[in-house]
């Protein structure tokens, strides 16, 4: 219970962004700062699923001018069906595999090297597979094989077996420099009994 308590609150604030003496918190709990890590965005989800044309200014939504855009509807209509396809098109890429093993003790390994890796480099993927008979932890989305060599080089001493793998990626962060978001949230936690 008190796991659940402490998940759905840091999600009610870091979402809806209440403050502390917004919350009732029961006798036996404070509420405490946590630093938590979050992707960041692939890209501005204000626009994402939008057609251009259909957001334009206009004086009739209540905005200050009108913007008109004159073309062949053909080409409109070419736009439309090129978005439509792209939305499930997937890219390839390069990922660096940290772990790849198929022992008996394989699976508590993988999630090990998962773990690890994420205290090392919070927000960045992790994705950890099982293919028959092997268990593999690839970790990153990037789009050439140099950036993820520069990854494997800064973690080849901590996973010395790692490797770079080319594969199917999700779309890589477009801010390469910052690639998670740092938030701060309220958790509760139970109060400490003194002896």
Do not use: H
């Amino acid at each position: 219970m008190k796991k659940v308590l402490t998940v759905i609150l840091a999600l009610a604030t870091a979402g809806l962004g209440l403050r502390a003496q917004d919350v009732v918190v029961p006798s036996g709990y404070n509420l405490v700062d946590s630093l938590v890590f979050r992707p960041a965005a692939t890209q501005d989800s204000t626009l994402s699923g939008k057609s251009i044309f259909s957001i334009l200014p206009k004086k009739s939504k209540g905005d200050k001018a009108d913007v008109n855009i004159r073309q062949s509807q053909a080409i409109q209509s070419a736009m439309t069906k090129t978005f439509a396809g792209n939305s499930s098109r997937s890219i390839t890429g390069y990922r660096v595999r940290i772990f790849f093993d198929n022992k008996q003790n394989s699976r508590g390994a993988s999630e090990a090297a998962a773990g690890r890796f994420k205290g090392m480099y919070p927000g960045m993927a992790v994705y950890r597979t099982y293919s028959n008979p092997f268990f593999k932890v690839t970790v990153g989305d990037f789009r050439t094989r140099s950036e993820a060599l520069q990854l494997l080089n800064a973690i080849k001493s901590e996973f010395p077996s790692s490797f770079v793998v080319r594969e199917k990626i999700n779309y890589p962060i477009v801010d390469k420099r910052r690639s998670y978001v740092a938030d701060t949230v309220l958790v509760m936690r139970p109060v400490e009994q003194k002896n």
